[in-house]
């Protein structure tokens, strides 16, 4: 019966901490704050239960995990609906292809009326005939189109278009692979893009194969059309000659009117330099072009004299350089645009014809050199000139943007949307294009940062937006589940390491921290029981984890280990210890070892006795002095000396004594 009994308790734990996952992954608020005091009160309640009956003396019985408790049902985000249209249940499971289980719905009667948002719970049979109920939202509508299903987005690219010009829809849907074939992408209105205008509001109509429509705005700026007069480059011959009062045609002085417009009008700025002598002096061409555009070109002309005398200019020829390169408001000077100037007579006199040329950018076109000799007759010549602005703070920089999230009516500064703001130079403003963006709740909308850097150059920056209704942080102990390890086994009296006893901890804050709630249950020899351990998240909130633990008697030993340390009276290792394995009981008999240089100092520990599985007895250290050495005297060459007198007072000594004795015979 209390095999029965544990197996039940052992089922609705199971099944509870289910439900509780289950709640937790739902989308209200309110219901993951229900579940969070659910979920401890239920872990400590049914904890302390099983620990009591386990630890009273019943036999353990392990309860055989079921399907329900080995698959996890994944709800769909968010089921559609039609009224009075009971859908597959299988639809709201993600899942559904990889379980061994059938579906139903709990509760049909929530598909009988409209709702915006209402909770049905499918009920997963499975092949076992375990069951678990799975919440899923439904939305329920009047009628199911696909308009209500898809959510078409709108993309953050900045566009442009050419006033006159229908710009094609290719990627202005960013998620338009996801509908359903037959779906048509179009403009709708007002879609004005004949008048030029900046941040023109333009809809999008996306109309499914089932006729209905959704419909998104994209900004569009249109510019107005380039005049005719940038699409061609007249080019002027490099000479026209004509008598006194002779008005050549405009037409003839263009060397390539075959490649302009046929109504094109080409006529002389000033007619009346041609009722004058002139030697090589500019005069301009005027190109007008349908459009009243129009290009000036200036032309060397000469009015001759036939009774004049040759002029100097007629001597010489001055060559064109290929290019002029300068950037805008810089005046090169007109002798750096003739190749040959060292050819040319030393009092020749240079000049551009027109200076306000290089007011403004222009790449590889005409403008004319004249050279003006002693006699005051000149040549013109074309140089193709090339003026570049000068590069800006916006040429030389490139802010980078990062997503920004607020809350509804506070304005972000609009510094806090660029990733790279250390990078750009100081002085730097940056400043939101429209603040009203602020005042509604959005998700994933597009803002233009303008950035203005020190020399006014700017830069228009777009940066995608969510504008919240509260920015407050979730807790962390809502984002996460700490999963217990299978078992958790120890000795009687040794705290295990909470952590642990955790088995999906990489996947939680590696800042989080976990204690056991009680470690006193290590203390009590336990077959199976369960304990909680409390998970700490660094925002201060928690979760409480039951864990299953068995808690058994220390080992006993049945060997130790015999150690022999061998050091000097400072305490230096002499030599590496000797450490044998000996069974406890037995008998020990340590050996003193002779070392170069030192002696037997002293004995710590008992050299023979008992192993004991104590290590501290069955250890002993000889501790060794060194010996003193005697001083060696340096070599002063004096050694051989010293032998030597040595030797001498010997002699000394013995021949005295011959003396005495020889002295003595003679008195006796």
Not at 288 to 317: F, W
Not at 480 to 491: D, H, R
Not at 614 to 626: A, G, M, P
Request: aromatic share 8%.
């Amino acid at each position: 019966m209390w095999g029965s009994i544990l197996f039940i308790e052992s089922s609705i734990f199971l099944r509870l901490n289910h439900d509780v996952s289950v709640f937790k992954s739902g989308i209200m608020e309110v219901r993951k704050k229900e579940v969070f005091a659910m979920k401890t009160i239920m872990n400590r309640v049914l904890a302390g239960l099983l620990s009591w009956l386990l630890v009273g003396g019943l036999v353990p019985v392990h309860a055989q995990a079921t399907q329900a408790d080995t698959f996890e049902p994944e709800p769909v985000v968010l089921l559609f609906a039609e009224l009075n249209a009971v859908p597959d249940a299988a639809d709201a499971i993600e899942n559904s292809a990889d379980l061994p289980a059938s579906f139903a719905w709990v509760d049909e009667t929530i598909f009988e009326t409209v709702s915006d948002l209402v909770e049905g719970n499918v009920e997963v049979t499975y092949e076992d005939t375990s069951t678990e109920t799975v919440a899923v939202d439904v939305k329920v509508v009047e009628e199911l189109t696909d308009a209500i299903i898809y959510e078409p987005l709108g993309s953050a690219e900045y566009f442009l278009v050419t006033a006159g010009t229908l710009p094609s829809l290719e990627g202005r849907v960013i998620n338009s692979v996801t509908f359903p074939e037959g779906t048509i992408i179009e403009w709708g209105n007002p879609a004005d893009f004949e008048t030029p205008g900046v941040d023109k509001v333009t809809p999008i109509n996306i109309i499914y194969p089932d006729g209905s429509m959704n419909t998104i705005l994209q900004m569009v700026t249109v510019e107005a059309a380039a005049p005719e007069a940038d699409s061609y480059a007249p080019r002027a011959i490099d000479l026209v000659t004509t008598q006194l009062n002779v008005v050549p045609p405009a037409a003839d002085a263009l060397m390539n009117l075959d490649e302009l417009p046929a109504d094109v009008v080409v006529t002389w700025q000033d007619e009346a330099v041609f009722s004058e002598v002139k030697i090589e002096i500019n005069e301009n061409l005027v190109v007008t072009y349908s459009d009243g555009s129009t290009d000036m070109l200036p032309v060397l002309v000469t009015v001759e004299d036939p009774d004049a005398a040759p002029p100097i200019a007629d001597n010489y020829q001055p060559i064109a350089v290929d290019l002029v390169e300068t950037t805008i408001g810089v005046v090169p000077e007109a002798i750096s645009a003739i190749a040959n100037a060292a050819d040319l007579p030393a009092d020749a006199l240079y000049s551009w014809q027109d200076t306000a040329v290089f007011d403004e950018a222009k790449t590889n076109v005409l403008e004319n050199v004249i050279v003006t000799y002693a006699d005051s007759s000149a040549d013109m010549l074309a140089v193709a000139i090339t003026v570049t602005p000068a590069a800006t703070d916006a040429d030389n920089f490139t802010p980078v943007a990062q997503a920004i999230t607020t809350e509804v009516g506070v304005v972000p500064a609009a510094i806090d949307a660029l990733a790279n703001f250390d990078e750009l130079p100081d002085g730097t403003e940056f400043a939101w294009q429209d603040e009203s963006i602020f005042e509604v709740v959005a998700e994933d909308v597009e803002a233009v940062v303008v950035v203005t850097y020190p020399d006014t150059s700017v830069d228009y920056l777009s940066v995608l937006l969510t504008v919240v209704e509260d920015l407050t942080p979730e807790p962390e102990a809502e984002l996460y589940t700490p999963l217990p390890v299978t078992l958790v086994t120890t000795e009687k009296g040794v705290v295990p390491d909470a952590h642990e006893a955790i088995a999906n901890k990489d996947e939680l804050p590696p800042d989080m921290s976990f204690v056991w709630e009680d470690e006193s249950v290590f203390d009590t020899v336990v077959a199976s029981a369960f304990t909680n351990i409390i998970a700490n998240y660094a925002d201060g909130s928690q979760d409480i984890v039951a864990v299953p633990i068995t808690v058994t008697e220390p080992a006993v030993a049945t060997h130790a280990r015999v150690i022999v340390h061998f050091v000097d009276t400072e305490g230096n290792r002499l030599l590496p210890s000797q450490i044998n394995a000996r069974e406890i009981g037995s008998t020990f008999q340590m050996t003193r070892v002779a070392i170069d240089g030192y002696e037997l100092d002293s004995i710590v520990g008992q050299e023979k006795g008992i192993v004991s599985a104590d290590e501290s007895k069955n250890t002993v250290t000889y501790v060794y002095r060194k010996l003193a050495t005697q001083p060696q005297l340096p070599n002063t060459g004096e050694s051989r000396n010293m032998v030597f007198y040595g030797i001498g007072v010997l002699a000394l000594l013995g021949g005295a004594i011959l003396v005495v004795q020889a002295y003595r015979k003679r008195r006796q």
